[in-house]
């Protein structure tokens, strides 16, 4: 019997999937396809440059030996490489190439090596190099040291700088960082790119947007250019994915990332993904997509507590220069509570007011200009409603606050309890004082004097009163 082309490399591929790994037999050898037998020269026809260098680098042993088990000792291996898929105007073009000598075609044949000095600046763009410069698409002022550290995010920071660390070799791979809008998650994405790039300038770093992605693969899928976006992503030592949740309207899409990401991931390369969501409430997502994501690491971002705002706060005017009188920074913090971007957006609304304005940043400004940024409160706080919470918190009774007991626990709860109705109500010191059996005001003055001097030396007491704001706060919403 005749051995055809179809025949022999069929054969040869009995051998090779029992040898190599299943997802490595999927990507590098089922889209190979048997063109020509003659004289024992096997052709075969690859999808890419890039596609045939990696196979001559990688498996030309394995193929050489399953090949010349089939045909015998003279057995050779050519390819033919596919240089343009084709439309409607004209055929596909191939450049046939003989095994273990390279060259480098494009739409014209030359000799290799060719040296490149200018950066590939769009991402898709599939070199004819291996090695090539890409630009990482990242913003350099997305750093670990401008993203402050808050119980609300301190897992995920820090598994971003070990993976920055060290790409690859840790158990954070993927590492899926979620949370909601406006809370951080690209900036630390972004942020353990810009590390790697500074640790370990040789690795290829890469950062899209699911969206860029989509949009990318379906202007390849459209020139019937699949293989080389999928091959182009092989390349990347750390692929950072932007907003996956993006990935559940685009079916085919998920398909590419699938073979990508294992691929990646079986190569030792590291993948950092975000996500508005947790991976199990990710909905419209390939399940066998979602058990990747759940191989390694899922952080979330909550939104920052007060004391991590009021640094948020006072990072950004050290970077930009600004001064602000604190009560206003704490007036910020306070009401703002719905994400860091808009409390950073606050802030260049007060600037720009006052510049506007030619006026002096103070707190009556800033509550005139942040109207729109703060949520009207629909209840009215009282100070009998702050009595009740600091008592229950406290574990203290009622009647207490108004006594003149002097045992400790009951005067700091009283203190805190003046401090936070000077704080969330408008009532007079003098109203305040009445309300504690009938305490002048200069009793509530010192008493919140000393509610902010135990604030700063006394770590619990600044965590209760902190707890306590928050109280008060969400009571008024």
Not at 49 to 63: A, D, K, M, S, T
Not at 90 to 101: A, E, I, K, R
Not at 233 to 257: C, G
Request: charged share 25%; hydrophobic share 35%.
């Amino acid at each position: 019997m005749t051995k055809t082309c179809e025949i022999v490399w069929q054969n040869c591929l009995e051998i090779i999937k029992d040898i190599v790994d299943w997802q490595h037999f999927k990507t590098w050898f089922e889209p190979i396809t048997p063109v020509s037998l003659n004289n024992k020269v096997l052709t075969i026809q690859v999808p890419s440059q890039f596609f045939y260098e990696y196979i001559e680098e990688h498996y030309v042993n394995l193929l050489a030996k399953t090949l010349k088990r089939e045909l015998g000792k003279e057995a050779r291996l050519e390819y033919r490489i596919m240089v343009d898929s084709g439309n409607s105007s004209h055929q596909p073009q191939t450049v046939d190439l003989p095994t273990n000598n390279i060259k480098l075609y494009n739409n014209n044949v030359m000799d290799f090596p060719l040296v490149t000095t200018n950066p590939v600046k769009n991402p898709f763009v599939i070199p004819g190099l291996k090695k090539i410069q890409i630009d990482p698409q990242l913003n350099p002022t997305y750093t670990f040291e401008s993203f402050i550290e808050g119980d609300c995010n301190r897992v995920a920071r820090r598994a971003g700088k070990t993976v920055a660390d060290k790409p690859g070799a840790n158990s954070f791979n993927p590492l899926v960082i979620y949370g909601g809008v406006g809370l951080g998650k690209t900036h630390l994405a972004q942020a353990i790119g810009n590390e790697v790039k500074k640790q370990h300038p040789n690795k290829v770093v890469l950062y899209v947007s699911s969206e860029k992605f989509i949009n990318q693969f379906q202007d390849h899928s459209r020139n019937n250019a699949i293989n080389d976006f999928i091959h182009f992503y092989q390349l990347i030592d750390i692929l950072i994915i932007d907003d996956v949740q993006f990935f559940a309207r685009a079916e085919k899409s998920q398909d590419a990332f699938f073979a990508i990401f294992n691929h990646l991931h079986q190569s030792g390369k590291q993948l950092v993904l975000t996500s508005d969501k947790a991976p199990k409430d990710l909905d419209g997502l390939q399940e066998r997509l979602l058990s990747r994501f759940r191989w390694g690491l899922s952080a979330d971002l909550q939104m920052p507590d007060y004391e991590t705002r009021i640094e948020i706060l006072e990072r950004k005017m050290k970077n930009d220069g600004l001064d602000m009188p604190r009560e206003v920074v704490k007036y910020l913090a306070y009401n703002i509570n719905t994400n860091i971007r808009e409390l950073e957006g606050a802030l260049i609304s007060l600037l720009a007011q006052s510049s506007l304005n030619k006026r002096e940043i103070d707190l009556e400004l800033a509550k005139k200009v942040l109207r729109n940024h703060i949520k009207t409160s629909s209840k009215e706080i009282t100070i009998e409603n702050i009595q009740k919470m600091v008592c229950e918190y406290f574990d203290v009774p009622y009647e207490k606050l108004q006594q003149k007991t002097r045992k400790r626990e009951i005067v700091q709860a009283r203190q805190i309890t003046m401090y936070l109705a000077k704080a969330f109500t408008k009532n007079s010191l003098k109203t305040i004082g009445e309300h504690f059996g009938g305490r002048d005001h200069t009793t509530v003055i010192h008493s919140c004097q000393t509610v902010k001097d135990l604030m700063d030396t006394d770590s619990v007491f600044k965590e209760n009163v902190l707890e306590l704001t928050q109280k008060v706060q969400l009571a008024a919403l």
